[in-house]
């Protein structure tokens, strides 16, 4: 009995011509795909190079002979100094345009009592002064706590940044790119010390930059240069001779949370156990 | 080795593969990204370009050098010009003036160093306002404090008094400061 195959043995010149089509164009598209493949690799290395020499440009000309590879600022705090008057908010406030109620540093201010009792406070950030406070217990020491973004040198939110926006410049400076940053806000929660904001305009995440804009001319920070009694100073561990890094090796400091071991750049002399 | 077209067809898939992830790279990821780490390295750039608001004392003396060598003499020494007035660039651009500078003559300001807290080191001179100013009696205890309070009888770039007491007269016409404008 002879059946009807649907696929003969001996396929019709259509079929034929349908394989053959088939496989040259398997060849074709092959060798089509690693021409274009060659030609884009090529491209790219070429357009990485161009990239690298405009980027190179660009940091050039951004601050004259400005490296950010030959510095490594510090910072440093000096509780005993303070007097809570908040021209370091006021001044943060105004050069960095912070909205207002939220800051990217804040004065706390510490009131130990003998029964333990909690008296902590910081009214909108210490940034319209402190009113005197009664609070009916006895109080055996009381200081004022300045406090900001401590820069880490192995900072909890930068690891866990996940579009590569928080980042740590060359020059010890945690940074948020401002085009990159999706404002996803895990970097808020991450930071042990508060230092982060989700800015309520645009929508992400905004923090202290140790005034990156006027640090890279060689101006101190907004903070530093308001204080009126030399309570916060600001320094550069790449250079030799500088005030703040022979401060930090001879005298009494300490930072905050340091069994975090988040590598804290902001330094304080007179830190009491209190603070948090 | 009939079915090496298998082989060229994994091959092919592959290549594609490769290509559209060399491909969308180029677009995905912007130009400086991973040159320093994980972090577009013209961000920094961008850090750098942002304007500078305080100007710091020295760029007032340009202008104010009689004010400046008075609080330079003082003890507000230590206190920027900017502290009390408002940032620089709200004043003057390219040592032109562009707006006048905002002056706040309020008690708050002094307030804000000198009122008497617990907190503040004993070593910085502090008062108690209203205590101060009934004691030298511009004010009786139900009396508000008036808003002009401290700059009338004290010198703001150079406050120290030489003696404890209000000046002769009426207090609102001594206005100790000066026009800076």
């Known amino acids: 009995m002879q059946t009807q195959s649907p696929r003969p043995n001996n396929p019709s010149p259509e079929d034929a011509r349908a394989d053959v089509c088939r496989r040259d164009f398997v060849r074709q598209a092959a060798a089509a795909m690693s021409g274009v493949a060659i030609v884009v690799i090529m491209g790219e290395s070429g357009a990485g190079a161009s990239e690298e020499q405009a980027v190179g440009a660009a940091s050039a000309t951004r601050s004259s002979a400005y490296d950010p590879t030959k510095h490594r600022y510090i910072y440093l705090i000096d509780i005993t100094k303070c007097i809570g008057c908040g021209a370091c908010v006021r001044a943060c406030e105004a050069e960095n345009n912070v909205p207002p109620h939220y800051f990217r540093t804040w004065i706390e201010r510490y009131m130990v009592s003998r029964t333990g009792a909690d008296l902590t406070d910081s009214p909108n950030g210490g940034r319209d002064g402190f009113e005197p406070r009664v609070t009916g217990e006895d109080i055996t020491k009381a200081f004022f706590v300045p406090k900001l973004c401590n820069h880490c040198s192995y900072s909890p939110c930068v690891q866990l940044c996940p579009v590569g926006a928080s980042y740590r410049s060359p020059d010890g400076v945690i940074l948020v790119d401002e085009k990159r940053c999706i404002g996803c806000g895990y970097c808020v929660q991450a930071c042990p010390y508060g230092s982060r904001f989700l800015h309520p305009e645009t929508h992400i995440a905004s923090k202290c930059t140790l005034c990156y804009h006027r640090i890279t001319k060689g101006l101190k920070p907004a903070c530093v240069e308001a204080c009126p009694v030399e309570a916060r100073k600001f320094g550069d561990a790449e250079k030799v001779g500088d005030e703040v890094s022979e401060l930090i090796a001879t005298k009494a400091v300490g930072i905050l949370k340091p069994e975090l071991h988040t590598g804290a750049n902001c330094y304080y002399v007179g830190l009491s156990q209190e603070v948090r | ?181």
């Not at chain 2, 770039?157 to 404008?181: F, I, K, L, R, W």
């Open chain 2, 1 to 181: 080795m009939e079915h090496t077209k298998h082989l060229w067809r994994v091959l092919f898939i592959l290549l594609l593969v490769a290509v559209a992830v060399v491909v969308g790279r180029h677009f995905v990821i912007p130009p400086s990204f991973g040159l320093q780490g994980f972090y577009r390295y013209d961000s920094l750039a961008e850090y750098a370009a942002k304007p500078v608001m305080h100007g710091g004392s020295a760029s007032c003396a340009a202008c104010h050098q009689d004010i400046a060598q008075q609080r330079e003499q003082g003890k507000h020494q230590t206190v920027s010009c900017e502290v009390c007035h408002a940032p620089l660039a709200l004043h003057a651009k390219e040592g032109a003036k562009t707006a006048d500078m905002p002056l706040n003559r309020s008690v708050g300001l002094c307030a804000y160093c000198h009122q008497a807290l617990k907190a503040r080191p004993a070593t910085m001179p502090q008062i108690d306002l209203r205590e101060h100013l009934t004691k030298l009696e511009v004010i009786t205890a139900k009396d508000d404090i008036p808003e002009g309070a401290c700059v009338t009888c004290h010198d703001v770039h150079n406050p120290a008094m030489e003696q404890e007491s209000p000046p002769e007269g009426n207090v609102s016409d001594a206005n100790a400061v000066p026009a800076t404008q």
